[in-house]
């Protein structure tokens, strides 16, 4: 596990929880990009930044930037433009289990699936694209352990469960909201380790 800081000469600097005195730099120039938020695959070999323009640089965009921590950090694909323009609004990235999949989710409800390798070749074809209808902003990802199912979680309650293999949508599990309740939130979202059940956490409720 570890945490990171921007630093206005280097970059970005990655701080070990257990070693606190081990750093590495990701060297991202502050004159274009702020970075936003950052997601490390489970064996600390890849990251993901999401970045962003500053303010008064046009046009306004974010970016999700892939990097490799096995020796010097090292900038790795090109950059993936988030759909969604505008400073306002959380980005999230995933990895999956083994980091060969990165799944990308915006403020406007757009989610896409990439082979990281493909990414690595300049290829920005996503396996999966989902449109969220533009007001219904990402709220949660989540890969099968075995990397065969991805979930996805919208600012309506929506969830939906997609293969990634046959890159269909299999099954969407709305919330059901009424005149006395709006539809709930969405925080987090989990498979069971064998990827038969998924947990939800909605509102105050976790549902199976």
């Not at 993936?80 to 995933?94: E, N």
């Not at 990165?102 to 406007?108: F, I, K």
């Not at 989990?190 to 956490?201: E, H, I, K, Y």
Request: a positive charge.
């Amino acid at each position: 596990m570890c945490a990171f800081e921007e630093d206005d000469n280097t970059g970005v600097k990655l701080i070990s929880a257990s070693q606190p005195n081990q750093t590495q730099v990701l060297p991202i120039s502050k004159e274009r990009r702020a970075t936003t938020s950052m997601q490390l695959c489970k064996a600390g070999k890849h990251a993901v930044t999401v970045l962003r323009t500053l303010k008064g640089v046009k046009p306004e965009r974010h970016y999700y930037q892939l990097w490799d921590l096995r020796n010097e950090p090292q900038a790795i694909g090109p950059e993936i433009p988030s759909p969604y323009v505008g400073y306002y609004g959380r980005r999230y990235a995933l990895f999956s289990e083994d980091a060969a999949l990165l799944a990308t989710g915006d403020p406007d409800g757009m989610v896409r699936v990439w082979k990281v390798d493909d990414v690595v070749a300049n290829s920005m074809r996503p396996l999966i694209e989902a449109s969220g209808d533009g007001d219904h902003r990402t709220t949660a990802l989540a890969f099968s352990r075995d990397q065969r199912l991805f979930a996805c979680a919208r600012g309506r309650g929506e969830v939906e469960v997609w293969d990634i293999a046959t890159r269909q949508r299999v099954t969407v599990w709305p919330d059901t909201p009424n005149k006395l309740r709006p539809a709930r939130y969405v925080s987090a979202i989990a498979f069971a380790p064998d990827g038969q059940q998924l947990a939800v956490c909605r509102g105050q409720a976790i549902q199976i």
